[in-house]
Nanobody, 123 residues
Framework: QVQLVESGGGSVQAGGSLILSCAAS???????MGWFRQAPGKEREGVAG????????YYADSVKGRFTISQDNAKNTLYLQMDNLKPEDTAMYYC?????????????????WGQGTQVTVSS
């Protein structure tokens, strides 16, 4: 019933930019939505979160100042603007929704996930 579809991934050189989109359908936005990423051989980590309806945003220290999370309520779409990309940003990026927990950054607190979009950054 609930569907999240990511798009916008691709290959980019270090220092470049990408915009990821997450189209949501079949549900009502919860307290938090977030972007997570997972590289081969590594655990899934939170990248950015947003408090739906409140405009508050949150970022992992590794991306602070380079990434921007935003939401277009009219389109039911979540975005992640990624600037000054680094090779360490290479990963599969996932959109997550339906978090009623106390923090944005715990993957286990989210009820729904997209299929992911690959981001590859070359040096």
């Amino acid at each position: 019933q609930v569907q999240l579809v990511e798009s916008g991934g691709g290959s980019v050189q270090a220092g470049g930019s990408l915009i990821l989109s997450c189209a949501a359908s079949g549900y009502t936005y919860s307290s938090y939505m977030g972007w997570f990423r997972q590289a081969p051989g590594k655990e899934r980590e939170g990248v950015a979160g947003i408090l739906i309806g409140g405009g508050l945003t949150y970022y992992a220290d590794s991306v602070k100042g380079r990434f921007t999370i935003s939401q277009d309520n009219a389109k039911n779409t979540l975005y992640l603007q990624m600037d000054n990309l680094k090779p360490e940003d290479t990963a599969m990026y996932y959109c997550a929704a339906e978090n009623y927990g106390r923090t944005w950054s715990r993957a286990a607190d989210y009820g729904y996930w997209g299929q992911g979009t690959q981001v590859t950054v070359s040096s």
